[in-house]
């Protein structure tokens, strides 16, 4: 009322800033404005600028993510340039091929955790809009990839991005480096507005003890890098992912996808 008042006696516009509302039937940030009309009437007017609030606590949540993510990559790549300079110190003393394997193997993880960084980042873009991808042509670039055996029963349409490609690669490698597996099954399966898909595979599986830290970031049994903890973060996008036994033994996740309901751009 207080500004109301003020508007009525000064004839100035008064911009509120936004806030956050709230009833028994809606809920959202609104943007107010007060105008003094040339006959005398005083009006407020607003605009739900709700989509664009969340759009921008998405942002700094996921700028401070991102961050952290940074903090974690400098760790690793220093600690591989370390290991370098050291190989190259004992290298140059002994003249032992294995400290060139050392540093091959060292460069190499840096070149992956580099790479995993750019897909992190694409998977932080909540602002790119998902479109239709055929899991079928996604499974088809896997095959030749990987010194396994690959399983594939049923198909769908799913809505994703590009990151999608990475989800199953980083699942397959994790099957293969962590599971020492050559056998992953992947069945798809659709209800009326989602997609599951369940990858399995014959290896060692992943102990109770861990399941529920798989997909932290930073953590890794060994020297994994981000793979898991990137799914996860995509897979929050596009719906979510959880792991499970496999019967005998093996690994087990499953990933629920929204469907697409044939209303999006073209399909891939």
Request: charged share 30%; no cysteine.
């Amino acid at each position: 009322m207080d500004n109301l008042r003020r508007v009525w006696n000064t004839g100035n516009h008064i911009h509120i800033d936004p806030f956050h509302y709230y009833d028994s039937k809606r809920e959202g940030w609104r943007d107010n404005d007060i105008y003094k009309l040339a006959n005398g009437n005083v009006v407020a007017v607003y605009e739900d600028i709700t989509e664009k609030k969340d759009i921008q606590i998405q942002q700094a949540r996921l700028i401070k993510e991102l961050k952290s993510v940074n903090q974690i990559l400098r760790h690793d790549i220093f600690n591989d340039l370390n290991v370098i300079l050291m190989s190259v110190d004992l290298f140059r003393n002994k003249r032992d091929d294995k400290y060139l394997d050392m540093i091959k193997r060292a460069v190499e993880k840096s070149i992956s955790r580099i790479n995993e960084m750019k897909i992190f980042e694409k998977t932080l873009d909540f602002e790119k809009k998902l479109k239709p991808f055929q899991l079928n042509k996604v499974f088809e670039k896997l095959h030749d990839q990987y010194d396994l055996k690959i399983n594939i029963e049923g198909d769908a349409t799913v809505m994703a991005d590009e990151v999608i490609y990475s989800i199953f690669e980083n699942l397959l490698e994790n099957s293969i480096k962590h599971g020492k597996a050559d056998t992953v099954d992947i069945k798809v399966k659709e209800t009326e507005d989602e997609v599951e898909v369940i990858v399995s595979d014959n290896g060692t599986g992943i102990h109770d003890s861990i399941k529920k830290k798989i997909f932290d970031k930073g953590f890794s049994t060994s020297n994994g890098g981000m793979g898991l903890y990137i799914v996860k973060t995509a897979m929050d996008r596009y719906g979510s992912i959880q792991v499970e036994n496999n019967n005998p033994h093996g690994a087990l996740f499953i990933l629920k996808f929204k469907k697409y309901l044939g209303n999006e751009n073209g399909k891939i």
